[in-house]
């Protein structure tokens, strides 16, 4: 069994299938690390790498799979952009680098093999055996990173002047008259009371 399958094995546990999101996701940690000189993302240079994903589908589970990011030990961060992409970050060297899965990328397994009925077949072969820039645009990029952001304690509480629910690590705001909100009483947020 070659790495690939061994991680894609890893993936279905943790995820419940296989499919090409997974497939491609394990591709791109592979090359994000890679890109900014991590060996070992699970092992000796655990604690060095950062990862933003940037949606919330099959590609960010097969990404914390490999890296072993995770959102409760603050290496996994995410933004739901709705992009398939991810970005690593090297917190010994400050190097990052973002990784793109191309639009162009999704045509590969139509334009390989038409002849292979089931699309999910498809996808996986050809996914499978691209090279990392037909699949990939990859980016250096700086990233807003600092003590806040770091795995580890937390660094800060405060209350929230409107709700009074506590607020870690610096992520509050200033509201009009100067008072300390939360950022769903600041700016709206995902929910709302009945």
Known sequence: MDVLDELLEECAHLHGH???GQLLGVRMALLGCRAIGIEDARGADRKKLIVWVEIDRCMADAVSAVTGARLGRRSLKFFDYGKVAATFYNTETGQAVRVLARDEA??????????????KERQMRAYREATDEELFKVRSVSVKYDSMDAPGHTRSRVKCA????????GREVSGKDGL????PCALGGYYREL
């Open 18 to 20: 296989i499919c090409a």
């Open 106 to 119: 999704r045509n590969l397994a139509d334009e390989r093999y038409p002849q292979v009925e089931n699309k």
């Open 162 to 169: 409107n709700c009074l629910e506590g607020i870690n690590d």
């Open 180 to 183: 300390t909100l939360c950022r």
